[in-house]
């Protein structure tokens, strides 16, 4: 007897079950496309020389201890994760009505601001766009939101947005519904809206009075510029929003395990930032209570010194360089191979993930027969090729869609 009986096992978590299915593979010749993280040309994960410096002068520091930090985190890091995203010079920080709440990493940004949304401030519909991140609609869900709804955003047959339903399931969105919206270098199709599909998402969503969630998990990563890879959210900004943002520091500081995000928040009447403040405090207190702080000076200690920042900015460009060049590399080889099918949507695509447009028994094929491990839902991470392995894997597509 077990007060545990009858509690089913749940199904695993794909991303994590597929990367242990090729840590497993016996085969030497096995390429992991699986998991969303940055690997160099050797195959291997990246410290950033600026972290790793940054990280030596921290245990130095004997002025630090392990002390708390307070329950909405390092000030510092909070003030420069919010200009990071909303630009030095935002009207929303001037005016007052821009504030961050350190979180632990992406996901705790999402799932405290997505807490507050449906507990303290009476949200309950949330929209993801169809498809989308795996844990959006878990983190939601937990949170509390009852209504969890999926919004058009990928033309299968065209490869491309789907501007037209993408629209229209907004316009038919209830009133004061939560929209997430990934910032840039969505996940997992590697397209964005374009600057006028912008527009026209931000029109629906202050007309037809629906909430905005960005969720912004690879700055820099899309364009190799920050300032860039921002400028929906900005636009949203300029445009009047009222928003949410949760930012993670996991890819483009190479930050995974640290657990550095920070949830930004904008707001039109910085009266209301007390209230906020405050409730969310009580939200944090009873998640984690307080956030780590090791990340958090990492980031802050970055961002704020001009030296600093500019060696993170050239990893930023030699990352989404390199990610850039297998692109170009893997369509080049399946162009060469005339594989069935066209491939220019692996270049037009942007940041880690490219979306194949494999189907699920294919995929099955590539990694049974070809040791190539990727998402059933055809997503590989870009990252994972090389000079080495990338002619390989586009065989191996190539003797899969035949
Ligand atoms: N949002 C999206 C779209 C993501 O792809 C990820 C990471 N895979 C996250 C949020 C959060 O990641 P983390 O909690 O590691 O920062």
């Known amino acids: 007897m077990s007060f545990f009986d009858g509690i089913p096992v749940a199904p695993p978590i794909e991303v994590f079950h597929k990367n242990q299915l090729y840590l497993n593979e016996k085969k030497d010749n096995k390429v992991n496309l699986t998991i969303g ?8 994960p990246w410290v950033l020389p600026v972290v790793h410096n940054t990280e030596v002068e921290i245990a130095n520091d004997t002025t630090l201890n392990h002390e708390y930090l307070p329950v909405l985190g390092h ?24 504030f961050g709440i350190q979180c632990l990493s992406g996901t705790g940004a999402l799932r405290a601001g997505a807490e507050f949304l449906a507990r303290v401030a009476g949200f309950k519909d949330v929209y993801v766009s169809n ?6 609609k878990l983190v939601f869900k937990n949170a509390g939101f009852t209504g969890l709804h999926d919004y058009t955003y990928w033309d299968y047959q065209n490869k491309r947005v789907h501007i037209e339903q993408l629209i229209t399931d907004l316009e038919n969105a209830a009133d004061r519904s939560v929209i997430i919206l990934h910032g840039c270098a969505h996940n ?35 364009s190799g510029d920050p300032a860039a890879d921002a400028w929906a959210i900005r636009y949203f900004v300029d445009q009047g929003l009222e928003m949410v943002v949760s930012q993670s520091f996991a890819k483009n500081f190479g930050l995974y395990n640290e657990r550095v995000g920070n949830l930004t928040v904008v707001v039109n009447n910085k009266n209301v930032s007390a209230g906020f403040q405050s409730q969310m405090s009580l939200v944090i207190r009873a998640n984690w209570s307080n956030p780590p702080a090791h990340g958090a000076r990492i980031v802050h200690k970055v961002l704020t010194t001009p ?11 030699a990352m989404s360089s390199r990610i850039k060049q297998m692109r170009a590399a893997l369509r080049t080889h399946l162009e ?10 692996i270049t037009q695509q942007i940041g880690m993930f490219s979306y194949t447009g494999l189907t699920a028994a294919q995929v099955d094929h590539l990694i049974a ?26 065989k191996a597509i190539d003797a899969t869609v035949r």
């Open 37 to 44: 993280a940055y690997r160099t040309e050797e195959g291997k």
């Open 75 to 98: 000030e510092g890091f909070r003030k420069a994760a919010t200009a990071l995203v909303l630009g030095e010079d935002s009207v929303a920080i001037k005016e007052d009505r821009a």
């Open 131 to 136: 498809p989308t991140w795996g844990n959006h």
């Open 188 to 222: 997992p199709t590697g397209m964005d809206p374009t600057q006028e599909q912008w527009k026209r998402i931000a029109e629906v969503i202050k007309r037809r009075n629906l909430f905005t969630f960005f969720d912004i998990a690879y700055q820099g990563f899309a």
């Open 307 to 317: 030296a600093l920042h500019q060696q993170w900015n050239e990893s930023i460009q």
């Open 336 to 345: 060469q191979l005339q594989t069935p099918g066209t491939w220019e949507h």
């Open 369 to 394: 027969e070809h040791q190539v491990f990727l998402l059933s839902d055809g997503r590989i991470n870009i990252c994972g090729l090389n000079t080495k392995n990338v002619e390989y894997v586009a």
